[in-house]
């Protein structure tokens, strides 16, 4: 069930866009809800385990001036995800964007890896995105509009060593936005997918932002989170562009 965290004048929930953030109670993807919230936007915010954490993100949210509602599901789990859109559709009616920022490890060498650690990550971060967009499919393409940002990571693309499992879902998410992009497309329905840098979080790798490590990057420094957030959102309500792949740190190779 969802959990409404403001009431509002019917007049202005009616001037309000949608968008649901999957992921929601993470580092980005709490900070991307905030920054939809602030917007005077109403964010369906989904979370798996750490509700308190979403709670927090919801009453900043409302705080703010937008309206938040949560929404308890796992994402490899295609009828809690269909519940938790249709209540969310029957409730707004519609829906503008969907962010997907739903990612976890752990980093491990693939010698490390167990096949239990690989099928739980690759079933989250590939199957759980593919269990999301086959659901969200029908509504966008009703509407005949619709934006997906799919948070990615550049791990995905060049590799990084003892992210194998990681990388390796990484990777097949980026060969799934450029099909759907294609799919959608006729629909008017815009697919992209950022690369957001490195963030301190609980799957961030210990110590990876040590001088050594930030030599890849040409500003010599992380992007901001905020700055990541705030970056998304205007891609998000990009009219034109789809398909696209935006890396938002200074890394070279």
Not at 67 to 87: F, G, H, K, P, R
Request: charged share 15%; proline share 4%.
């Amino acid at each position: 069930m969802n959990e409404p965290f403001c009431q509002t004048p019917e007049d202005k929930v009616s001037t309000r866009s949608n968008v649901m953030v999957f992921g929601g109670s993470g580092i980005i993807g709490g900070a991307i809800a905030r920054v939809f919230g602030r917007q005077g936007w109403r964010v369906g915010l989904h979370y798996h385990q750490h509700q308190t954490v979403a709670k927090e993100t919801a009453a900043v949210i409302t705080k703010a001036g937008g309206e938040s509602y949560l929404y308890q599901a796992d994402v490899t789990n295609s009828s809690q995800i269909q519940t938790i859109l249709q209540e969310f559709i029957q409730s707004h009616h519609s829906l503008n964007v969907m962010v997907w920022a739903v990612g976890m490890g752990p980093s491990k060498l693939l010698v490390k890896t167990s096949p239990e650690d690989w099928t739980r990550i690759l079933h989250t971060n590939l199957t759980g995105a593919y269990t999301v967009l086959k659901a969200m499919a029908p509504v966008f393409e009703q509407q005949n509009n619709g934006s997906v940002i799919l948070v990615g990571s550049l791990s995905g693309e060049q590799g990084v060593a003892g992210q194998a499992a990681y990388a390796a879902s990484k990777a097949g998410l980026v060969g799934l936005m450029h099909t759907v992009a294609k799919e959608w497309g006729p629909f008017n329905i815009r697919v992209n997918m950022v690369f957001p840098g490195w963030h301190l979080s609980p799957i961030s790798k210990p110590g990876w932002h040590a001088a050594m490590e930030l030599r890849n990057h040409t500003l010599h420094r992380t992007p901001s989170l905020q700055n990541v957030a705030t970056s998304i959102y205007h891609m998000a309500l990009s009219p034109d562009t789809s398909g696209q792949i935006w890396n938002l740190d200074s890394r070279t190779w």
